[in-house]
């Protein structure tokens, strides 16, 4: 059973900085793609960032390219997402999941339960 716990929401002011950490329990962390979604009220989970299970392949939404940063540690089992600038439509629920590097959240297995970002303007 793998489980992925996520922490470092909060509310933050327009052009701030969050830090999102993704914690996950198993052996089998290194060997999977990671990736970050994220949902507002009243809209649908869209993607936002993904990292291969080496690290060496990223890809982020137009949205957020260029102020957030995605890494990992697989020695720690922890999947980061570095947010900068934040603007309030960057406000949703954010989420960790394994998987894969696509854009498609249907292409990851498990999800943890998400943390709140807040950007107020």
């Known amino acids: 059973q793998v489980q992925l716990v996520e922490s470092g929401g909060g509310l933050v002011q327009a052009g701030g900085s969050l830090r999102l950490s993704c914690a996950a329990s198993?052996?089998?962390?290194?060997?999977?793609?990671m990736g970050w979604f994220r949902q507002a009220p009243g809209k649908e989970r869209e993607f936002v960032a993904s990292?291969?299970?080496?690290?060496?392949?990223?890809a982020y939404a137009d949205s957020v390219k260029g102020r957030f940063t995605i890494s990992r540690d697989n020695a720690k089992n922890t999947v980061y997402l570095q947010m900068n600038s934040l603007k309030p439509e960057d406000t949703a629920v954010y989420y960790c999941?394994?998987?894969?590097?696509?854009?498609?959240?249907?292409?990851?297995?498990?999800w943890g339960q998400g943390t709140q970002v807040t950007v107020s303007s």
């Open positions: 999941a394994r998987g894969t590097t696509k854009v498609d959240p249907r292409n990851y297995d498990y």
């Open positions: 990292i291969s299970w080496r690290g060496g392949i990223t």
């Open positions: 198993g052996r089998t962390f290194s060997n999977y793609a």
